[in-house]
């Protein structure tokens, strides 16, 4: 007979084939579809999106988790029982926004977003301005219906991106590590230079490509479940079984290429991960946005940015870069891929200041959201804080607050999982590292697979089964502390400033 | 007031929506999709597709088709009721298919499909045929479930692919075709032989793309709205407001590159020449696969297989393919591109061995859906066709009854379209002769837009306003007729086997 299980399980996996399919819709737009396509491409998405919320909060949707919860005999097993905690978090929280507010949403998100194109094209905060107070209004309302008794408003929003996380325990984590990043910031800045000349080395497409996509299949990347192409921002989605990336080439930035690949070659081995049998519930989906950035940073900077990477990638650079290698070495390159120089744009920022960028938004945003800032006063608050954390002056809001596309279209507590993935990477890799006897002799032979496969052991192959929280503390025997991070930092970058050539 | 009319044509976009949502998935399950993913695709295809059914099979759309009809004041202008008309086809067409059997059918075809590409590849027609057996088991459900009383299982599903076409019409079109086709191919095969060899130049893919691109560029492919890729199997498909084609490449087969990118590209000029104000609508669709096949052979045979093509062409493939040129010319070229050899595979044919191809499967499908013919007995009466048509010995099954993707995707109804198409195309080309002064003229200067001008005037446009015969007959003043397609050939082949060099 067939149980409540197993109809809400076939009824939202076909909510999720609706998900997958409009990720495939939403990966042609940045990759292959012609320009002239976009309005009716606009449509396919919309109609998607709201055939899937149909679907989601179907009053049987209700029904059935409730027939689940009230089952008297213990008929789900633990992964039946896991999932069923997934949908119920997924279905509380879509059945508490009004259609008519996620309607609204949409199509202001869709027309601020337009207006924050041209108001940072124009360099003109003032374009913006009004559609900014429109989206706070309209996320504080959003937050309102979905937030707890006691919470604020500020963590329901960012409750949706990281399952329990808030801004108190997040000041707590932050406190600690501005303080620390701001004096490291300001120690190295003070002193030598780092050559990091071949960062600017002018390189053909073809030969960066084979060259990304070496360091991407070594990864242990699955090519035949996924593929790379190139967008002008480099993303990863799911299209179902398979798994996407993008990445973007410039002549004269090929760690910019590395970096955007291993970056986004880890959160596709992430995606890789997951239980091939669960995918379209709860137990096949990621945990967290802050895990999932967790194993981007790890592959991107825990490996990408090692002394002991370089050690193996140095004669495959050489191999597919040829004469650009000329005049260096792995050593220089090391030390080029590990360069500290406070700069204006969060995704230009470099391993120990980004976080300073992150930590900006995240005071601001909370403010806005809580109404104790204004939005006429983001402009004057961003570039205060700027000179504080980075100790830089920001020249115009283009270079400022309207850098981001993240509030144009409401991401409003999104930006802290950023930071959050730093941190767990940083206590993933010091874990990995104590567990098989070393990471820098299995990267310095390229045995990328063996770490692969403990991150795919440890903490992909989950899914949602634990909370993020649960998580880091089944991996790594603790709880999520900035000391990892701030550790490899500091040791990191200590070496590469005390032993590089000065110029 | 909100009519009918609105909300039927408001919810059937939606289904279009869907459609060219699927379209997508297909496209991209040929071109991109990694191969590790093909049972999910194969879940999302049966999804849309059972969404769309149940979308185009709503009781509403009833209801509202009725209200449309019953309205006795002349509300709906003369676009509005040719759509309803096509609408009332659709509809009485598809609430004769169960949704069931629907999701059935598109689950079964993307396996079949999957397993076809293995038998292909090992040669193995066993391996396939237990997906056949199925495949021609359901397909015998659908005719059922579609058929009038008396209208055979066959005639069912071949007026899916082109209204109004039916065994016994087809039959008298084709028998004196066949005979005059079998003499030609006699007659030219005695004679001499013409000197292909620059069907077999090697060339570099990239030299053969730009070559290529350049012609469909001139013909006036609109890249704005299209794109052209490569698949194992050249198509094209609509995603949306955007025409996609693909080809394929062989280092020595550059006029095959070149006869399919033609081909393919007559197929997008017909999609892009559809109304976009009708887009979602019947009006904005192509009436019948038959004259779709009309559009491609046109450009692919009466142009690019023509005297007049390759003055024109033969400075631009000198351009782009360079040395590879070198003892050739433009009337060499022409007589290459117009060599009649009977061959094994349909897609390589020749232009007058063509149909004889097309007759083979016409006649066996025709045995399969009525039963007549056992899916294990396939392999031996194609062979037995082939040498009866053809003159020629099947050596294996890879290159017999396993050489055509159509059977096991479902197309059952579907080969004689291509018939219908050549038909057509030369009734057409003989029109455009005739009302735009001499076709050659423009052709030898690379005009083609005039030619494109004209289509779209007299076909494109039109979408589904009228019925294929009707069309032919408003077009070229005739009904459909195998005169034109037979002067043509033994016209133009006539031509190329007298002054041709024999060697």
């Not at 999720?16 to 449509?43: C, H, I, Y």
């Not at 300073?356 to 006429?376: C, N, P, S």
């Not at 874990?431 to 299995?442: F, N, V």
């Amino acid at each position: 007979m067939r149980s409540a299980y197993d109809d809400l399980s076939a009824h939202l996996r076909a909510a999720a084939l609706l998900g997958s399919t409009a990720a495939l819709l939403a990966w042609d737009q940045e990759t292959f579809m012609p320009k002239g396509a976009g309005d009716v491409r606009a449509d396919q998405l919309a109609l998607l999106a709201q055939l899937q919320h149909e679907r989601a909060t179907d009053p049987r949707v209700g029904a059935w988790l409730a027939a689940c919860d009230a089952d008297p005999r213990p008929q789900l097993d633990l992964d039946q029982r896991a999932n069923v905690v997934g949908w119920r978090r997924d279905f509380d929280r879509a059945t508490k926004l009004p259609s008519a507010l996620v309607a609204e949403l949409a199509q202001l998100e869709s027309k601020a977003q337009q207006a924050w194109v041209q108001a940072r094209h124009k360099n003109s905060f003032a374009r913006f301005q009004p559609w900014l107070e429109r989206m706070v209004a309209l996320h504080q309302q959003k937050a309102d219906c979905l937030r707890a008794p006691g919470q604020s408003r500020w963590d329901a929003l960012a409750d949706l991106y990281e399952p329990g996380m808030c801004a108190k325990d997040l000041r707590s984590l932050f406190g600690p590590l501005r303080q620390r990043l701001v004096a490291l910031r300001e120690r190295l800045t003070a002193g030598r230079l780092v050559d990091d000349s071949f960062s600017r080395v002018v390189i053909a497409e073809p030969q960066q490509e084979a060259f990304v996509r070496a360091v991407v299949t070594a990864m242990g990347f699955d090519f035949s479940c996924g593929r790379i192409d190139r967008s002008a921002h480099p993303f990863c989605t799911r299209v179902g079984a398979d798994v996407r990336l993008t990445t973007r080439f410039h002549r004269d930035r090929v760690l910019d290429a590395l970096g955007s690949t291993m970056h986004e070659g880890g959160h596709g081995l992430y995606e890789q991960g997951l239980e091939p049998a669960h995918l379209g519930t709860p137990l096949g989906e990621a945990v967290s946005l802050g895990i999932h950035e967790s194993q981007s940073r790890l592959w991107e900077n825990h490996v990408g940015r090692s002394a002991a990477f370089w050690q193996w990638c140095w004669p495959q650079a050489q191999h597919h870069l040829g004469s650009a290698c000329a005049g260096h070495d792995a050593a220089t390159v090391f030390a080029a891929a590990n360069v500290v120089r406070p700069s204006l744009i969060r995704v230009e920022a470099d391993e120990a200041t980004y976080d300073l960028h992150v930590m900006v938004r995240f005071e601001l945003e909370q403010q806005l959201i809580d109404g104790e800032l204004a939005v006429a006063n983001l402009p004057s608050e961003w570039n205060r804080l700027y000179r504080e954390f980075l100790g830089i002056e920001v020249p115009d809001d283009r270079s400022g607050c309207l850098q981001d596309v993240h509030w144009s279209c409401g991401l409003f507590g999104y930006f802290p999982t950023y930071t959050l993935g730093n941190l767990y990477a940083a206590q993933f890799a010091a874990a990995a590292d104590r567990e098989l006897g070393g990471l820098g002799p299995l990267l310095a032979r390229g045995q990328f697979t063996t770490l692969r496969e403990w991150l795919r052991r440890h903490i992909h192959r989950h899914g949602r089964r634990h909370t993020p929280a649960e998580l880091c503390r089944l991996v790594t025997g603790s709880p999520l502390s900035p000391e990892p991070f701030l550790h490899h930092l500091e040791s990191k970058l200590g070496g590469v400033y005390a032993v590089s050539s000065s110029r």
